[in-house]
């Protein structure tokens, strides 16, 4: 049988989380038919994967909501691939209690300044300083006393209380308790100037590698324990849970009017710039 002469490769940037591993599962492991596109994963964490979006650099990429906002021009949100945080996301926590107004003028470790970790912090309280620290030496970071508290995301969300860490808040109810939405994470973003038709195909590929791994859970679940940092299986599988499930297989409108209200409410507290149009595709 001839190769194909058509093959478009499609670099595709995600982190290196049981969350993401179990999402792309069916595309990394060949378990779908992609025509003639080629796809090469490459793993990184969110804050340089938002880093290399705002340079353009790959075709397909998992990205922070809040850095959407400053890629926009160049990338469009695909319907599947959300992280939503529903009534539960990134966790403020700190060696002893602090209320809301307890954070006023503390410095809080963060994962980088254009995780939706960080817009949700400074809509929560405006008054932090602030130090990015890599997401996974955050606990230590605030165990040793380098920063009042820790914004956490990924698997530190589910383990900070075997450390010792105390809840400050957990954004995600909050924010739920603000709009009565879950909080939109996180999301895949393809490159506009891929053209309508390999957008399309790219759409459905990974909606379908999303359902795959839902489908099969096991299988793909066994796959993502790679990724898990150490998870036992029980706790990387509720972690999955919480991360990879209806939402991600598409927005929803609920889910769409939670990421135009984000990045609304980012705008009207100074923390963006600018307004931003959202565009969904696929």
């Given at each position: 049988?001839?190769e194909r002469?058509d093959?478009?490769t499609i670099?595709?940037?995600h982190?290196?989380d049981s969350?993401d591993?179990?999402?792309f599962?069916a595309?990394?492991?060949d378990?779908?038919?992609?025509?003639n596109?080629r796809?090469?994963h490459?793993l990184?964490?969110?804050?340089?994967?938002?880093?290399?979006?705002?340079r353009g650099?790959?075709?397909?990429?998992?990205?922070?909501?809040?850095?959407y906002?400053?890629?926009?021009d160049r990338?469009?949100?695909?319907?599947?691939?959300?992280?939503?945080?529903d009534r539960?996301?990134p966790?403020?926590v700190?060696?002893?209690?602090l209320g809301?107004?307890?954070l006023?003028?503390?410095k809080?470790?963060?994962?980088?300044?254009?995780?939706?970790?960080?817009?949700?912090?400074?809509?929560?309280?405006?008054?932090?300083?602030?130090?990015?620290?890599?997401?996974?030496?955050?606990m230590?970071h605030v165990?040793e006393?380098?920063?009042?508290a820790?914004?956490l995301?990924?698997?530190?969300?589910i383990t900070?209380?075997d450390?010792g860490?105390?809840?400050v808040r957990?954004?995600?109810?909050?924010?739920?308790?603000e709009t009565?939405?879950?909080l939109?994470?996180?999301?895949n973003?393809v490159?506009r100037?891929l053209g309508?038709e390999?957008?399309?195909q790219i759409?459905?590929?990974?909606?379908?590698?999303?359902?795959?791994a839902?489908e099969?859970?096991q299988?793909?679940?066994?796959?993502?324990?790679d990724?898990a940092?150490?998870?036992p299986p029980?706790l990387?599988d509720?972690?999955?849970?919480m991360y990879?499930?209806e939402?991600?297989?598409?927005?929803?409108?609920t889910?769409?009017?939670?990421v135009?209200?984000?990045?609304?409410?980012g705008?009207?507290?100074?923390v963006?710039?600018?307004?931003v149009e959202?565009?969904?595709?696929?």
């Open positions: 049988m001839a002469t093959v478009r670099r595709v940037g982190s290196p969350d591993a179990f999402m599962y595309l990394a492991k378990k779908l038919d992609t025509g596109l796809f090469e490459e990184s964490d969110i804050e340089s994967l938002n880093r290399r979006a705002m650099e790959l075709e397909v990429t998992a990205i922070s909501i809040h850095a906002a400053y890629l926009h990338y469009a949100l695909l319907n599947s691939g959300s992280s939503m945080g539960y996301g966790r403020i700190a060696r002893e209690s809301r107004d307890g006023r003028g503390r809080v470790a963060v994962p980088g300044e254009w995780t939706t970790a960080f817009l949700a912090l400074r809509l929560y309280q405006p008054d932090v300083e602030h130090e990015v620290v890599p997401f996974d030496e955050i230590d165990i006393g380098r920063a009042d820790g914004l995301i990924h698997e530190g969300q900070h209380e450390k860490l105390v809840l957990d954004l995600g109810e909050w924010w739920y308790g009565g939405l879950p939109p994470l996180g999301g973003a490159r100037d309508e390999t957008i399309r759409a459905r590929l990974l909606r379908e590698s999303i359902r795959y839902l099969n859970r299988e793909a679940l066994a796959y993502a324990l990724y940092r150490d998870l029980e990387a509720k972690f999955v849970s990879v499930n939402w991600t297989l598409d927005y929803g409108e889910g769409r009017r939670a135009r209200t984000l990045l609304y409410r705008y009207e507290a100074g963006i710039p600018h307004r959202v565009e969904f595709v696929g």
